[in-house]
């Protein structure tokens, strides 16, 4: 519990700096890193030489320094490929590595997975609510005409295009994805 509470906060420091400024600052995201390492580090070593008395390391959120350092190279190279084909921003592959380095591979991913489905959804109301659902499905549908005639995908204007890229907040979402992975908010029956 210890180590969600730390990761949670850090993500709530993420996500006010990407609400704010559209940014995730390496002030958050590095010392999370380590932190995490460390923290599972400290519970390997606890385990190992069997001196963790009371609760079980898995209660403390401990999952150990090698699924926490798979976690972290994961998380961080799945949304490094996203950086370089995506335009994703350095901050959230620095954010889901941190979030790997946390939870490890299986949590890691998952989160990382709601993590982008709750971002899309939030861009998709963003987009709504900045347009408008009538224009965005009248643009749509003019789109989907010129394709169709052409025979062939249409490029978007500049200006449609800046109009119709809302900014997308991934840690926020972060956030709300560890609570439902975590606390197994949704999940299997």
């Given at each position: 519990?210890?180590?969600?509470?730390?990761?949670?906060?850090?993500?709530?420091?993420?996500?006010?700096?990407d609400?704010?400024r559209?940014?995730?600052?390496?002030?958050?995201?590095?010392?999370?890193?380590?932190?995490?390492l460390?923290?599972?580090?400290?519970?390997?070593?606890?385990?190992?030489?069997?001196?963790?008395?009371?609760?079980s390391?898995?209660?403390?959120?401990?999952?150990?320094?090698?699924?926490?350092?798979?976690?972290?190279?994961?998380?961080?190279?799945?949304?490094?490929?996203?950086?370089?084909?995506?335009?994703?921003?350095?901050?959230?592959?620095?954010?889901?590595?941190?979030?790997?380095?946390?939870?490890?591979p299986?949590?890691?991913?998952?989160?990382?997975?709601?993590?982008?489905?709750?971002?899309?959804?939030?861009?998709?109301?963003?987009?709504?609510?900045?347009?408008?659902?009538?224009?965005?499905?009248?643009?749509?549908?003019?789109?989907?005409?010129?394709?169709?005639?052409?025979?062939?995908?249409?490029p978007?204007?500049?200006?449609?295009?800046?109009?119709?890229?809302?900014p997308?907040?991934?840690?926020?979402?972060?956030?709300?994805?560890?609570v439902?992975?975590?606390?197994?908010?949704?999940?299997?029956?």
């Amino acid at each position: 519990m210890v180590v969600t509470v730390l990761l949670l906060t850090l993500l709530a420091v993420a996500a006010a700096t990407d609400i704010s400024r559209h940014k995730i600052y390496n002030w958050t995201t590095y010392p999370g890193m380590l932190a995490a390492l460390g923290l599972n580090g400290l519970g390997s070593l606890l385990a190992r030489f069997d001196l963790a008395d009371g609760p079980s390391l898995e209660s403390l959120g401990w999952i150990g320094v090698v699924p926490s350092l798979v976690g972290l190279l994961v998380c961080g190279f799945v949304l490094l490929v996203c950086y370089v084909l995506l335009r994703v921003g350095g901050g959230d592959v620095k954010l889901m590595a941190m979030l790997g380095a946390f939870l490890g591979p299986e949590k890691g991913v998952e989160a990382m997975l709601w993590t982008f489905v709750l971002g899309g959804c939030m861009a998709v109301i963003l987009l709504i609510w900045r347009v408008g659902p009538w224009p965005l499905l009248v643009r749509f549908a003019r789109h989907a005409l010129r394709s169709l005639r052409l025979g062939r995908p249409s490029p978007l204007s500049e200006e449609d295009r800046a109009e119709l890229q809302p900014p997308l907040f991934l840690a926020p979402s972060a956030m709300v994805a560890v609570v439902i992975v975590r606390f197994g908010l949704i999940g299997p029956g």
